[in-house]
């Protein structure tokens, strides 16, 4: 009567008899479907949460990857506006030295001396 409970199956292919937790009869080998099956299904229940969790790891390395790549892109535009507004700087100041040097080329032309050249003159 006790042994009612545990769920004895008889093998199709040696009749043996054995427990259906076993999956596979211990005698000649022969999986009983049903109990195959639900292993086979609960393996397959197994790969997919794996997959699953690889597919949120996956979504989770992407958008990190987005996220690198506009943190790439911000910092590439911030170092354009910065060669940009160097540049600018930089003409500007040679425009600057250019119109200096022209003022103080007419100066001498002029038969001025620049105030250098006075202070030179002093020493
Ligand atoms: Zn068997």
């Known amino acids: 009567m006790e042994k009612i409970k545990k769920k004895i199956i008889v093998c199709s292919t040696c009749a043996a008899e054995y427990d259906i937790s076993l999956v596979r009869c211990p005698y000649c080998g022969t999986a009983y479907a049903p109990a195959e099956e639900n292993e086979y299904m609960g ?27 506009v943190r790439i892109i911000i910092l590439v535009a911030v170092v354009i506006a910065l060669l940009l507004f160097g540049t600018m700087w930089l003409s500007g100041m040679r425009e600057k ?11 001498i032309n002029q038969g001025v001396k620049t105030q250098q050249e006075r202070m030179t003159d002093d020493m």
Do not use: M, P, T, W
């Not at 393996?43 to 790549?69: A, M, P, Y």
């Open 97 to 107: 030295s250019e119109a200096e040097r022209q003022k103080e080329e007419f100066l």
């Open 43 to 69: 393996q397959l229940e197994d790969i997919r949460e794996e997959l699953e969790e690889h597919k949120e790891d996956g979504n989770k390395s992407l958008r990190s990857g987005l996220g690198s790549v």
